[in-house]
């Protein structure tokens, strides 16, 4: 009997310590799956965030703005307030690269854009509203040269361009930039450069602008996106394939109008607005090609003139005083070349 007793012990002993086994190797298994996931999760994140930082070789957007109200200046007297009740604009861009080297890059930028709006007119005569429709077609080529090299020991760059643009019925200016960068900071957590863009065109008002490029990574996958004077933004990856951004974008629109002073039907002018927008963005990655873009939020029209194009930019034909209105903006980008760019770094 004594001897059953402990048969049976021995088995319960036996049990208990095959089922505690069992549950070590149960939990090391969940903690391995739980480690392989969160790996997963963090290279998927790591290889969305190479997307998003490359260069869109091709891109397409539309863009459109509630209806908003402006009060146009001319000579220092004020005018009848007017509405743009419709607004709807489509961009498209191609960057492209011919040569690439250690140091040197040649490349080339097609833009082309196309506005369409209806503006309610206050006649003077009647006091009467007329609306009437107006369509703006503006392209730009650029010629692009890039060289690498370094100053006081660190690395600077220079980018070179020249850019003809115009409209559907004329190429109008010959214009010239150049950007010069040193990087003064560059680490895992955080990149500073500062340079100065030199802009070669007669008829601009800021010939030369200096720049600050920001990037901080913080905690929980946040970054700061510091890019003066065009961007300040914080962003988030989110969703694996995600990204999320909050803060203010710069961008600065314009055109060519004709026949629009009876009096010198001949005379070509030159429209150009700096707008800050102030919203949200959300990207997110579909393949390994294209990028899903949408913006949202309240834009501001800082600065809206209309120009002689043949006389300088000290005396605007037109100044335009608009009211804050909001935006959405959806675009998707496409990067033939994304995979050959990641194949040394992709992480499967």
């Known amino acids: 009997m004594e001897i059953i007793k402990k048969m049976i012990l021995l088995g319960v002993l036996c049990f208990l310590s095959s089922k505690a086994q069992s549950q070590t190797a149960d939990t090391l298994s ?7 996931t969160t790996n997963m999760r963090r290279n998927a994140l790591a290889y969305a965030s190479r997307q998003f930082a490359m260069v869109r070789p091709f891109h397409v957007e539309f863009s459109q703005v509630a209806p908003y109200r402006y009060t146009p200046q001319r000579d220092g007297v004020t005018l009848s307030e007017n509405k743009v009740s419709t607004y709807h604009q489509i961009k498209a861009n191609a960057n492209l690269y011919f040569l690439a080297k250690k140091k040197l890059i040649l490349g ?12 309610d007119f206050t006649l003077p005569s009647s006091g009467l509203m007329q609306t009437v429709k107006d369509d703006f077609t503006y392209h730009s080529t650029s010629l692009n040269f890039t060289y690498v090299s370094k100053i006081f020991n660190k690395p600077f760059v220079l980018n ?7 409209s559907e019925k004329h190429f109008e200016r010959l214009k010239g930039l150049a950007i ?4 003064l900071k560059a680490d895992k957590q955080t990149k500073l450069m500062a340079g100065i863009l030199v802009n070669v065109d007669p008829s601009t008002e800021l010939p030369l ?13 946040m970054m700061i996106d510091l890019m003066m004077p065009k961007q300040l933004l914080v962003r988030k990856q989110v969703l694996s394939r995600g990204r999320i951004s909050l803060g203010t974008e710069l961008d600065r629109n314009g055109f060519y109008l004709y026949n629009i002073n009876e009096q ?9 607005q700096i707008e800050l927008d102030n919203g949200v963005i959300y990207e997110h990655l579909i393949g390994d090609y294209l990028i899903l873009t ?21 005396k605007e034909w037109l100044e335009i005083a608009a009211k804050p209105t909001a935006y959405f903006n959806l675009g998707i980008s496409f990067n033939p070349f994304a995979k050959k760019m990641l194949a040394k770094s992709y992480i499967k």
């Open 30 to 36: 969940q903690k391995q799956k739980l480690q392989d």
């Open 108 to 119: 080339a930028t097609f833009s082309y854009r196309y506005i369409t709006a209806d503006h």
């Open 160 to 166: 070179t361009s020249l850019v003809v643009d115009g």
């Open 180 to 183: 010069g960068t040193i990087v």
């Open 209 to 221: 602008l200096p720049m600050i490029t920001y990037e901080r990574k913080l905690t929980n996958g």
């Open 264 to 272: 010198m039907p001949s005379q070509r002018y030159e429209y150009r």
């Open 294 to 314: 949408a913006r949202t939020g309240a834009k501001w029209i800082a600065i809206s003139r209309l120009f002689e194009k043949e006389k300088t930019f000290s």
